[in-house]
C-alpha cells in the first residue's frame, strides 16, 4: 500500500487560459520529487491535454470548474485526476482511438488522449453523458539519489 506524501487540490473556471495554469501548478508540484526536465515536460504535456479537453469538449461555448488533485506517493509517483462537470463521453473506446475526434471543423487532430497515454504510466477515464468527465494519470518517476546526489 503506497502512502501519501503530499496532496494537493484545486478548482479553476474552464478559461482558455487556466490550461497554462494546472500545467504550471503540476509542474511545480510535481518539483519535490526532483524530476528530470523530460519527466517534466512529459507531465505539463499531458496535463495540458486533459484540461483543453475539459475547456473545448467538456464545456464547449460555456464555462465551468475544473476540479484537478494531485499527490505524490512515496514511491515517486505523481497522481493526478482532472475532472469536469460537463457534456461527458459516449463511448470512451472510441474516444480513446488515435485520431479520433469530434472537432467539426477539422481544427483538432484527436491525439490528445494519445499524447496522455504515451508520457504517462497509466490513463483511466470515467465519463457519464451529460454530467462529465474524469481523467486519472500517474506517472513514476526515476529514481535517483535525492539532496542533489547523483542523477
Ligand atoms: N473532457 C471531455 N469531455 C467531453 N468529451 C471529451 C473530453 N475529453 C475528450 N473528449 C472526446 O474525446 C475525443 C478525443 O479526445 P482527444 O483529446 O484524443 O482528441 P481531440 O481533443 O479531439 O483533439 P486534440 O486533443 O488532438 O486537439 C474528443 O474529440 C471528444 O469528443
Ligand atoms: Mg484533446
Redo the contacts with the bound molecule.
Sequence with gaps: MRNTINSMKMTIPGYSRNESLARMCAAAFVSQLDPTVEEISDIRAAVS??V???I????RDTIGDIDIRMKLLDDDTFYIK?T?K????AD?E?????M????PDG??????????ESFTDSLR?K?TPGK??S?TMTKKLGRRERNGQTD
Design positions: 491535454e486533459a483543453t479537453n475539459c473545448v469538449h467538456g464545456y482532472i469536469d460537463g457534456a461527458g463521453i470512451i472510441q474516444a480513446m482511438q488515435p479520433f475526434t469530434t472537432s481544427e483538432r487532430a484527436g491525439l490528445g488522449f494519445a499524447v496522455m477515464v465519463s462529465g468527465t481523467v
